[in-house]
Each structure stands twice: as structure tokens, then as C-alpha cells.
């Protein structure tokens, strides 16, 4: 049959089970827009307020979904305004597709209105990237993206247009898109070495990363903990795959992780990273991390593999494959010894924080016992990130969204957006601090033009936090640029743009003010007023060893 290339573009999204798309219509894209106003009937578009806001949106929605996020914008600026979106996604390995339109074929290379070489930008920040200079190519280039992107390794892919090609007419043949079962990459003698490497182990540790999460590998991988018998820690992209509550589970690892979990991979013989990248953030000194232990990798990417960490052994595969079949094969473990020093090590350094005063460790804990076990909570970037992962006990993969990799200041509220519209049963919570929230509050008009139910908690100290907390700690006290105490009133701006309102200053406000959210009919804002000194501990000071993680005691002791 004969379409034009923005029935196309329709048509092989219908193809893929896409029924939601995030966007910003301009110039460039206006054929396709048109279609979709078409074709309304199919397609959810959700207009966001910026299209950066459009990206984290689709990205929110893939991580909480499982599914390929989808987002639109026009040329030029439209274009670039996805390009922090996008890499936010492609450092978290999130998979979404990203539309964007350009000029005219006779108009690209000539600095035309509103041009931009976005596939060229974008290189180096997706997992490919396409500009479709034939209408005949069209179809298969958006099939390719699709099984790019959630493919392998999940990662952003970038599909640009000319208008020319929207609305350009060609033969369309539709496709049946089958789901691509993981590939097996690995051999029984890789698994053999692995189980060999276990079964010597006297003490071994597992580190789960991201990767658990995303081959949907939470029960092999709790079956597999149970059988070694082996303290469990997680990166902050690995939360809820092994559920928080799990005896077994030490917390974090890694720069604000917990002292039993930074303490115990020091100790450990065998350290078993499972879908994790080995970060920066969470092995301090590649020298020292990990130093007594033979490393065991399984991981999707073999580029990951001695990246960042050597490594004992490697098995390169889809880890949920790989799980299920070490755990056919592993004998019970018994590691009772290592066990209780752990737990001795959690006795002795538990999460700590005060006791008296609105503080972001004790609405996060409140937040939990109002909230059901499968609501979805997303963060910004900074000290309340590091709270909501320290003090929120995640019991479920794809309930904790947060920028790991890029640390992108501003992607919470967007997140939110895609994760309530993907799932609009679910209860869904974005934590950001008041530095954060001025760069995506806009975003309240998307919540509230679609009466989102999400709760935003603007954890309010005045100041940018965590850079405060470095300034304080390591740069003498020299706070510049990072206080914020000016006349912006938060709930003003939420009631403005459409927004229920509340503002929480003291304990015993937290509960009431989180029952009024949770029954309220559209967005809530809950402006929570907290000190500006609060610090978040333990923390290990970049590129030391995380044996040496200190906490709040520690810096009394050492300031005397």
C-alpha cells in the first residue's frame, strides 16, 4: 500500500506495541503531528512542557515498564533540548527511541532555520543513530531501532527525518515483530569455572548492579543468593532486585553505601558482580577495591568486562540465562561464620541520622509506610537521591528510578510523568531537592494538564546540598554559588501550575500531609523544610578506598 513517510513513521510504532509517545511539536515534525492528530484515537501523546522533559519521560517510562520509551521533537533546538535526556538514558541503559525531524534535504549542511546535525551531537551518547535520506528506508530504520534499543545491552537509538521524507510517499509492507529471545554467549565450561570459583569461596559477597534489573533476573537472583549463602549488596541503578528487606541484604556499596557493605567487599574472597559495571562511585580506588577477592563478572556487555576492574573470570550473557543455569547446577552453600561477622559489622555501623527535627531520612521512611510495596519512586540528583536509596527498603525491580550514570540534575519530575502514565494504577513519588526542582518544575503544567496523580516531595534546605556538603567537608567551608535562600515559594508555584499544594516544617506533619496526597484526584506538592547542614553518611571521599568510609561519629572523633 502507498503512505506517506509520517503514516509510516505511525504505522511501524503501531507495529512495535507502541501507544504512548512524549513530544514538543515545531516546524520540522508538523506532517507527522498531523497524522497523529489522526490517528488520535490510537496513540496517548503527552505533551510535556519542555522537551527535555519529553526524553526523561519516555525514559521514566521504559525503566518502569520494561518497555521502549518513545519521544518526538522538531529540529534544531527542539532536537538538541533531548540530548541531556538521551544521555541520561544511554549511561543507565535505558532503552527508548528517540523521533526527531529536520530540514529539508536540500536545505541540510546550509545553516538553514532551525537546523541542527543532531545525529552527529548524539553520536556518542546512543547506542546508534540514523538520519533517513530515502523514504524507502524508512520502515526498515524504525524496525532497526526499535530492536537496537531493547536489544543486547538496552540503550537509547536516535531516528532523524527530514520533513521531506514525511511527506514523501513510498510502497509500505507491513512486518510481524517478533520478540528476540537473549542469545546464549557463553559455554558449560564458563559455567563450570564459575561454580568451581564458588564452591572454594569461605567468603563470598555479591554485588548487583542494574543489569539484574533490567534482564528481569530478581528471582534467579534471590535463589542464587539463598544457595551461596552470601551477603547481598547493590549499586544504586541495582535497587530492588534483590528485595531490600532480604536477611541477606548488607544495603548500598559504594561511595554513601553502607559501612557493612563497603567493609564486607574489603573482607570478601569472592566477590560476584551481577549486571554491574563496576562505577567509579562505587569502587573508590580501582587499587584497593575488592583487594583480597577473586572477581567473578556476568555481565551482557563484554565491553564492561576488565574495564574497570580485573577480573578472576567472566561470563558474558544475558544474566537472567545465566542465573537460571549456575543454579541448576550449584550446590547448598553454608557460610555461617562470614555471615555473623557481616550482620556484627551491620549491629555495629547502622544508618543513622537525628533524632529530633524534619529531616529527608525520616519523611523517606514515613513515605514508606504510607505508600503500597509496589509504588514507584524516582529522585533527582544529589542528597535526597542518596536518602531515598539509603532509607527506603526496595522490595520490587523497576520501582526506583534514578539518573546513576549521568547524575542529571532535573530528571525526576519527568521520569515521574512517564512512569505514572505507564503505569496509572500504581502510586508514584518523585523526591527532589529544591535545587532540582528549579529546573524541572515546569513539568508540574504536564502533571496537571493530565491530572497525574504523582506526588512531588521537594526536600527544601536552601541551598544545593550535596555540592554544599563538599564545600563543607573539602573546600574549607567556601560555599559559593550553592545557597539558594532567596523569595521563590515552592507551593505558589505548584498552585499555580495547577497543583495541590502542602507545606511540611515539622515531624509530626509528614503522615498527615502524605494521607491528604495519596487521596488527592491530581499532582501534589509537598514542600518539606529541612537544614541546610544536614549531611548524608557514610561517605568515602572520591578515589579512596571505600574500606575507609567514614560517618558522622567518625568526623567528631577526627575534628576532636
Not at 468 to 473: A, E, K, M, T, V
Amino acid at each position: 500500500m502507498k503512505m506517506t513517510g509520517s503514516q509510516i513513521v505511525l504505522a511501524c510504532l503501531k507495529e512495535q506495541g507502541v501507544d504512548t509517545i512524549f513530544g514538543y511539536p515545531g516546524g520540522a515534525i508538523l506532517n507527522i503531528y498531523d497524522e497523529l492528530y489522526k490517528q488520535r484515537d490510537h496513540f496517548r501523546h503527552i505533551l510535556t512542557s519542555h522537551e527535555q522533559g519529553a526524553a526523561h519521560a519516555a525514559d521514566g517510562y521504559a525503566r518502569s515498564t520494561g518497555r521502549v520509551g518513545v519521544c518526538f521533537a522538531t529540529s534544531g533546538p527542539g532536537a538538541t533540548n533531548l540530548v541531556t535526556g538521551i544521555a541520561t538514558a544511554y549511561m543507565d541503559s535505558v532503552p527508548i527511541v528517540a523521533i526527531t525531524c529536520n530540514v529539508t534535504l536540500p536545505l541540510l549542511g546550509k545553516d538553514s532555520f532551525q537546523e541542527a546535525d543532531i545525529a552527529g551531537i548524539t553520536m556518542p551518547i546512543t547506542k546508534h543513530g540514523y538520519i533517513v535520506k530515502d523514504v524507502t528506508k524508512l520502515a526498515e530504520t524504525i524496525r532497526k531501532a526499535f530492536r537496537i534499543a531493547g536489544s543486547g545491552r538496552p540503550g537509547p537509538v536516535l531516528v532523524d527525518i527530514p520533513k521531506d521524507i514525511t511527506a514523501a510517499v513510498c510502497d509500505y509492507e507491513p512486518a510481524v515483530i517478533d520478540t528476540v529471545a537473549p542469545e546464549k554467549t557463553w559455554n558449560d565450561e564458563e559455567i563450570d569455572r564459575a561454580l568451581t570459583m564458588i564452591a572454594k569461596a569461605k567468603r563470598p559477597y555479591l554485588y548487583v548492579g542494574g543489569g539484574a534489573v533490567i534482564s528481569g533476573a530478581s528471582e534467579e537472583l534471590r535463589a542464587f543468593a539463598e544457595r551461596i549463602d552470601a551477603p547481598v549488596c547493590d549499586s544504586l541503578m541495582g535497587k530492588g532486585a534483590f528485595p531490600g528487606t532480604h536477611p541477606l541484604y548488607t544495603g548500598m556499596i559504594g561511595m554513601h553505601g553502607t559501612k557493612a557493605s563497603n567493609f564486607g567487599v574489603s573482607a570478601c574472597d569472592l566477590l560476584i558482580a551481577l549486571g554491574a559495571r563496576f562505577s567509579d562511585r562505587v569502587i573508590g580506588n580501582p587499587r584497593t577495591f575488592a583487594k583480597n577477592a577473586k572477581i567473578l563478572q556476568i555481565d551482557v556487555d563484554a565491553a564492561e568486562i576488565n574495564k574497570n576492574i580485573r577480573t578472576s573470570h567472566a561470563i558474558v550473557g544475558d544474566l537472567k540465562a545465566v542465573l537460571a543455569q549456575l543454579n541448576a547446577k550449584l550446590e547448598k552453600q553454608q557460610h555461617e561464620a562470614w555471615i555473623s561477622e557481616v550482620r556484627e559489622n551491620e549491629r555495629k555501623f547502622p544508618l543513622s541520622y537525628a533524632e529530633k527535627g524534619l529531616t529527608c531520612p525520616y519523611i523517606v521512611e514515613e513515605l514508606q509506610k504510607a505508600v503500597p510495596e509496589d509504588a514507584i519512586i524516582t529522585t533527582d540528583v544529589g542528597q535526597h537521591q542518596m536518602w531515598a536509596a539509603q532509607y527506603y527498603r526496595y522490595t520490587h525491580p523497576r520501582t526506583f528510578l534514578t539518573s546513576g550514570g549521568l547524575g542529571t540534575m532535573g530528571y525526576g519530575l519527568g521520569a515521574a510523568i512517564g512512569a505514572q502514565v505507564g503505569n496509572p494504577d500504581r502510586v508514584v513519588v518523585n523526591i527532589a531537592g529544591d535545587g532540582c526542582f528549579r529546573m524541572n518544575m515546569n513539568e508540574l503544567a504536564t502533571a496537571s494538564r493530565y491530572d497525574l496523580p504523582l506526588i512531588e516531595i521537594v526536600i527544601n534546605n536552601q541551598v544545593l546540598g550535596m555540592v554544599r556538603q563538599w564545600q563543607d567537608l573539602f573546600y574549607e567551608k567556601h560555599f559559593s554559588q550553592t545557597v539558594l535562600a532567596d523569595k521563590v515559594d515552592y507551593c505558589k508555584v505548584a498552585e499555580g501550575l495547577g497543583c495541590l499544594a502542602i507545606r511540611v516544617t515539622q515531624r509530626d506533619e509528614v503522615a498527615g500531609a502524605l494521607k491528604k496526597a495519596l487521596a488527592a484526584k491530581g499532582p501534589v506538592l509537598i514542600d518539606c523544610v529541612i537544614d541546610k547542614d544536614d549531611m548524608v553518611f557514610p561517605m568515602v571521599p572520591a578515589g579512596k578506598p571505600i574500606s575507609e568510609a567514614f560517618d558522622a561519629q567518625d568526623l567528631k572523633k577526627k575534628n576532636g
